[in-house]
């Protein structure tokens, strides 16, 4: 059988959960939002939140044994057919593929421009980059074909001999780069300057918008929302303690979030440079930070754009998999066929949003003010994610019969663990996310 062994479906989710979240978006808000209150509100969605959420798609997974829709079905009480409605969340991960594997592409430039050069100046840093995504569309494409058509070929392959596998390599590789710049970080003074901006709690900085961002980074960091964490788990043997998992997952995934935000905080005050540059923090500030460090700047920005590869790579292939397990088992077709629509309709997508961004392209294609890429953005995570979170909720907590879920987390865990999971599926994080969703449209 394709099945995961636990290890391996640890490493997969963590794989999946682990990636440009934790190391580039992570920091970046942090830094955004001021540092350690921030990071206390995201350590309470994580445990209140996206914890649960997590549970709730792996119990409804691992029951059922199969893809989404008919993972619903079989959970609920009523076995009612329109369940298979549920199905719908399996696009946003393709949604999301699709630009993730341009912004993968962006990296792999990184990677490859740093052997040679690094800039030396922020304004040089910032037009190299605007450059690149406004200009560079041969490189672009070359790029996201590299990405795309690696992330075809591991799912190809199936659970156990793809997906399991690159996990079981790249992210171990991935700890041990992490690692790496760790300790070269911890032998710099500014350390402990990075550890006091990210542990020393200054609230007043926290607002509601900081509160939606902790909460939406939460949803987006644990891959939550797209059915990814249901499929991984529908391939976790059915006496695996899910539980136990889940918690490993969210451990793994937060400790790497909090040792990158060390590790590029660090590197950030040594240089005296901004915490709040936004998304440009990686893609400009870092560089330029390099360049300073002659020859080992080329080698800790070598291997910090190959650990957010890695990192990314094992993401993407986990967007995918609900998709493809959604036809296999609902259309009854090959995972080869399965792989081709999956993988063609998100390689199609990716270009859409990669040429929304060039000069060349990008009026025609912005849509009421917005590009393509932003658009697909909006939808997914903004949207789709918090969308199929509620329906996941909402499900669990009304439609499916107490005593099955309790039976399978009493198997487990505590019957108290049981009752404050049951409480929070129910009431305070369906609240919780339709707030965000609102906020998201615009409604709060
Ligand atoms: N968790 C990934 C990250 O932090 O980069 C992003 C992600 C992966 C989102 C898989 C959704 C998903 F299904």
């Given amino acids: 059988m394709n099945k995961f062994s636990r290890i391996g479906f640890i490493l997969a989710a963590a794989g999946s959960a682990v990636g440009l979240g934790n190391i580039w978006r992570f920091p970046y808000i942090t830094g955004e939002y001021g540092g350690g209150a921030f990071i206390i509100v995201y350590l309470l969605a994580i445990l209140f939140i996206g914890l649960t959420v997590f549970l709730a798609e792996a119990v409804i997974g691992q029951n059922g044994q199969s893809d989404v829709s008919t993972s619903f079905i079989s959970l609920s009480k009523s076995k009612n057919e329109n369940w298979k409605f549920a199905g719908f969340m399996v696009a946003a991960g393709l949604i999301i593929l699709s630009f993730y594997s341009v912004v993968l ?9 740093s052997f040679s050069s690094l800039p030396t100046e922020a304004s040089v840093a910032g037009a190299n980059f605007e450059k690149l995504i406004s200009d560079d569309i041969g490189s672009l494409l070359v790029y996201h074909t590299l990405i795309a058509g690696t992330v075809i070929f591991i799912v190809l392959k199936g659970i156990k001999e793809g997906i399991e596998k690159i996990n079981l390599i790249l992210m171990p590789l991935l700890g041990l780069i992490l690692f790496g710049l760790l300790i070269y970080a911890l032998s710099l003074d500014s ?71 060390l590790i590029i905080f660090t590197f950030l005050f040594t240089a ?27 080698v800790i920005a070598i291997s910090f754009f190959v650990a957010l590869v890695f990192a990314g790579i094992t993401s993407a292939v986990s967007m995918i998999e609900p998709a493809l397990r959604f036809f296999i088992e609902r259309f009854n077709i090959s ?95 369906p609240v919780a996310i339709i707030v965000l969703l609102l906020n998201k449209l615009g409604a709060i």
Wanted: net charge neutral; proline share 2%.
């Fill in 105 to 113: 592409g962006w990296i792999l430039d990184y990677v490859i421009t």
């Fill in 191 to 261: 350390f402990s300057q990075a550890v006091s901006f990210m542990f020393t709690p200054d609230f007043s900085k926290i607002d509601s918008h900081a509160l939606l961002a902790a909460l939406g980074q939460a949803f987006f960091t644990l891959s939550l929302g797209v059915g990814t964490i249901l499929t991984y788990s529908a391939s976790l043997p059915k006496e695996a303690n899910f539980v136990k998992s889940s918690v490993m997952v969210a451990i793994v995934d937060t400790s790497i979030a909090l040792i990158a935000g």
């Fill in 272 to 298: 005296g440079a901004e915490s709040a540059a936004g998304p440009g923090l990686v893609f400009i500030s870092l560089p330029v930070i390099f360049s300073g460090w002659g020859v080992l700047g080329h």
């Fill in 335 to 429: 995972r080869r066929s399965a792989t081709i629509i999956c993988g063609g309709t998100f390689y199609v997508l990716g270009i859409v949003a990669l040429l929304s961004m060039s000069k060349s392209f990008g009026a025609e294609l912005t849509f009421f003010g917005k590009n393509a890429f932003d658009i697909m953005d909006f939808m997914s995570s903004s949207l789709m994610m918090p969308i199929a979170a509620i329906m996941i909720c909402i499900f669990l907590g009304y439609f499916v019969d107490k005593k099955v879920l309790e039976e399978k987390f009493t198997t487990h865990t505590s019957q108290t663990i049981f009752n404050i999971w049951y409480f929070l599926i129910r009431y305070l994080v």
